[in-house]
């Protein structure tokens, strides 16, 4: 099993990334999958997750202004992002469980900052 997470970076507050992890090695179009973040001194809290659906759920700080969407035919997990703010600076993680077992993304950085 392997999620790689890309498309973080540094942007004005104000503005737009794309978050994309691939997944590999597991069914991923049967399964939950979502996005974490951690900030420095603080604890990993959950963005977004997407079910095999398609339906989706969002943290409070997030919602209005993240989308998560998926691609099952590619593999892919998207975060889109707009109207970022410095608050939203962190590592950005996508994830996912199956069976007990958890299993995460190396993880990219995002930086709002002027």
């Known amino acids: 099993v392997q999620l790689q997470a890309s498309g973080g ?3 004005q507050p104000g ?3 794309r978050l994309s992890c691939a997944a590999y090695g597991f069914n991923f179009k049967i399964n939950t999958v979502d996005w974490y973040r951690q900030a420095p ?3 990993r809290e959950m963005v977004a997750l997407i079910t095999s659906a398609g339906s989706t759920n969002y943290g409070d700080s997030v919602k209005g202004r993240f989308t998560v969407s998926r691609d099952n035919v590619q593999r892919i997990l998207y ?3 707009h109207s970022l703010k410095p608050d939203d600076t962190a ?3 996508c994830h996912f469980e199956r ?3 958890e ?3 190396q993880g990219t950085q995002v930086t709002v900052s002027s």
Do not use: A, D, T
């Open 15 to 17: 503005g737009s990334l």
């Open 103 to 105: 299993y995460w993304g």
């Open 9 to 11: 970076g540094l942007v």
């Open 41 to 43: 001194g603080k604890q």
């Open 91 to 93: 590592v950005y993680y």
């Open 99 to 101: 069976s007990g077992n």
């Open 79 to 81: 975060l889109q992002m």
